[in-house]
């Protein structure tokens, strides 16, 4: 027997959900593209897969530890539930820290770069996530604030969710499109040579993640929080001021690390919703600046 639901696939009593299976699809895409380029930046064939068989496992387990951690007053009276994935709980930036991990111990094992690994799965993470994103669309989740303006209720501006039979921002989307653009952009930059140091394209990548991440984060509802902080978007601007201070380092910029350190100190004393966003794209501008884009005189 076959049936066929908004938010899974039953067959033969057993219940497949569409999120589980676009995240799968998401990370095969991402592996076929890692494997067309491994060539490109002098990768042996099958270094892609050989690299898949540890990262997927381990980022999996990072994701679920990730938003365990961030949600343990739900699972400390009963440990089992944390073992119990079917009921949700996985946080996209666990899974990317986790595999970042695998990754760097991959590449000393293999005696090979750790930036040049990251360069060639940078654009295949962001696929990854571009595609994953639409689990939260059919399993009705991770969308922003109820929209009030009636003007404003069509999609993709918005969704409508069936919970509250409300309009609501539709975060998970502006999430996917901008993932997808980060692809086209380091595509873009990797084809025409502009990348000019090893690293640049998992860098650029991570930033670009943590500038949207630290907006739209802010219009979510289900944000995992410590104390009053909403940890991803703290969490994203911290990542845009680290990258900014990488750049100026690389670019032998010193100015600009001081810069980065400033905003690192303005996001300790005062983490919130406005300072994530003011850090993000502050360390944008100056990693723009540092990489030659933005003709900037501190003199």
Not at 11 to 32: C, E, K, M, Q, T
Not at 88 to 100: D, E, P, Q, R, T
Not at 170 to 182: D, G, N, P, Q, V
Request: with cysteine.
């Amino acid at each position: 027997m076959l049936k066929i639901r908004r938010d899974s696939l039953e067959i033969l009593g057993f219940s497949v959900h569409w999120y589980g299976v676009l995240i799968a699809l998401g990370v095969l895409l991402g592996i076929l593209l890692a494997m067309r380029r491994e060539k490109r930046y002098g990768l042996k064939k099958d270094t892609v897969i050989d690299l898949a068989l540890w990262a997927v496992p381990f980022s999996i387990v990072g994701a679920r530890l990730y938003y365990v951690i961030f949600s343990w007053d739900f699972y400390r009276d009963d440990l089992l539930k944390i073992f119990s994935l079917r009921e949700g709980g996985m946080a996209i930036y666990g899974s990317i820290l986790a595999g970042v991990l695998v990754g760097f111990f991959f590449a000393r094992a293999r005696k090979i770069s750790f930036w040049t690994l990251a360069d060639l799965v940078a654009p295949s993470i962001a696929l990854g996530q571009a595609i994953g994103r639409w689990g939260n669309f059919l399993n009705q989740e991770a969308f922003g604030t109820e929209v009030l303006d009636p003007r404003l209720h069509f999609f993709p501006l918005a969704v409508f969710i069936q919970a509250d039979g409300a309009w609501h921002w539709a975060t998970f989307f502006y999430e996917s499109i901008w993932c997808a653009l980060i692809v086209g952009f380091l595509l873009f930059m990797e084809r025409r040579r502009l990348l000019r140091r090893r690293g640049d394209g998992f860098l650029w990548y991570a930033l670009l993640y943590a500038l949207e991440r630290a907006v739209v984060e802010g219009l979510r509802t289900d944000s995992l929080y410590w104390g009053s902080v909403r940890v991803s978007q703290a969490l994203a601007a911290l990542i845009a001021v680290v990258i900014a201070a990488i750049f100026a380092k690389r670019s032998r910029h010193p100015a600009g690390f001081v810069l980065a350190a400033f905003f690192l100190l303005s996001l300790i004393l005062g983490a919130n919703t406005l300072t994530a966003v003011a850090l993000a794209f502050s360390s944008l501008a100056l990693c723009l600046w540092a990489y030659g884009t933005i003709p900037l005189s501190l003199e």
